[in-house]
């Protein structure tokens, strides 16, 4: 995915310390598959392969659209989702109909988000680790969130070093 001519979704930096960083995140359009897989490592195949069928050409107009990164992975205990970015030139309007209909495509809200990074391959356990992390940070500075906290995923699976990763949870701006 983020191999430097990877489109990146876009984001502004609003603040920023050594430990997490507060992000505003304008509207996107993505491509979403929701399952009932409550873990890491129930979504992560079998998502990424239903929504690589779609931008592979899985589509009324077997059009392939290029990946972006990062992949979020929304990950409960009822219900989960993986979503891809479409890239910016696609909106709700002139993006083709999915062949599966599995395949949603839906508008994100503008959201400010808290963000920490990871590297390495993702797993359920750092995931975890990494989300109780942020929200020790969060309490301990006085932010307040909702909602889980999501992973995003930049690489392809084939990519060893420099491996990026986030955790990011929304957050209540005054």
Do not use: W
Request: charged share 25%.
């Amino acid at each position: 995915m983020a191999s430097g001519k990877t489109e990146e979704q876009k984001y502004t930096v609003v603040s920023s310390n050594e430990e997490y960083e507060i992000r505003f995140y304008p509207s996107a359009t993505l491509a979403t598959v929701y399952t009932t897989a409550n873990s890491y490592r129930e979504i992560s195949r079998p998502g990424f392969r239903t929504l690589a069928g779609y931008i592979f050409g899985g589509n009324e107009s077997e059009t392939k659209i290029s990946m972006t990164a990062p992949v979020h992975m929304n990950i409960s205990g009822d219900h989960s989702s993986m979503s891809f970015v479409m890239p910016s030139s696609y909106n709700p309007e002139n993006l083709p109909k999915p062949d599966n209909s599995r395949v949603i495509i839906e508008k994100s809200e503008d959201e400010h988000v808290a963000v920490i990074r990871f590297s390495g391959y993702a797993s359920d356990r750092k995931i975890k680790k990494q989300s109780e992390k942020l929200h020790k940070l969060l309490m301990e500075n006085g932010i307040e969130f909702y909602g889980n906290f999501r992973f995003l995923g930049y690489n392809p699976p084939y990519q060893f070093i420099n491996r990026r990763n986030e955790i990011i949870v929304s957050v209540i701006m005054n």
